[in-house]
């Protein structure tokens, strides 16, 4: 079974500074998709972006962007020019590129808060 | 497009009630799913769906039903309700594998 690992339970970032939030995870898998997810107090899930595991380059969507390393099984999030609107709760999400898996469902971590501090 | 709802968004029951979590999505999607997310924890599968009148368990089914009768509607079932069913729960959708999931806006469900 796979696993998600987010180690770092809260972090902080001044606004317009850059944060990083570490993801690991187990799988025995060669083929998979990789996702951060941004939970705000509304709770409503929001994608933030996506990695598909058998492309090398790392997945940007303007100010987020990935580090993606295979062989380490770590997926951490780059959050470029933190604005207030960022605060939030991120989850990691694997999910498997067969539909074997309980349909492909999502695994998530246990999630990282994020404070932006003005 | 409304995407996927849920309804409702908050609901209390007492222990040994029970009670239906609707979900419906609106953009043809196979694939649907049904989350629940304890605090301070990530989501877990309940159970999910391929298509119309298929449907299997998750990780955490126990005390859980489902049935997929439209592509449109999933509908989760809590029969007997207990305390540890306290949580949020999370309706998703997928239109084709691997792509994407997409959420409701989810409903707390609160068991005294």
Redesign the interface.
């Known amino acids: 079974a796979q696993t998600v690992t987010q180690s770092q339970p809260e972090m902080s970032v001044q606004e317009a500074e850059t944060v990083t939030l570490s993801c690991t995870y187990d799988t025995s898998e060669s083929d998979y998709y990789l996702f951060w997810y941004k939970q705000p107090p509304s709770r409503q899930m929001i994608l933030v972006i996506r990695q598909e595991a058998y492309k090398q380059q790392n997945a940007t969507e303007n100010r987020f962007s990935v580090n993606f390393q295979k062989a380490a099984k770590s997926f951490s999030l780059k959050i470029s020019d933190s604005q207030l609107g960022d605060a939030a709760m991120y989850f990691c999400a694997y999910r498997s590129a067969g539909v074997e898996t309980s349909g492909s469902r999502l695994t998530f971590g246990e999630g990282t808060q994020l404070t932006v501090n003005p | 497009n409304a995407g996927v709802t849920q309804t409702p968004k908050f609901r209390i029951l007492k222990i040994g009630q029970s009670m239906t979590l609707q979900c419906t999505q609106d953009m043809n999607h196979n ?1 649907m ?1 049904w ?1 629940r997310q304890d605090p ?6 309940i159970y ?3 298509g119309a009148g298929i449907t ?1 368990k ?2 955490v089914p126990n005390g859980y039903n489902v049935s997929r009768s439209t592509t449109e509607d999933f509908p989760l079932r809590l029969e007997l309700a207990a305390p540890s069913q306290t949580s ?1 729960y ?1 309706c ?1 959708s ?1 239109p084709l ?2 792509d ?4 409701g ?2 409903t ?1 469900l609160t068991v005294l």
Do not use: C, H
């Open positions: 694939y799913y989350y301070g924890m990530g989501l877990k599968l999910y769906s391929v299997d998750g990780e949020v999370f998703a997928s594998v691997p994407t999931q997409y959420f806006p989810g707390r």
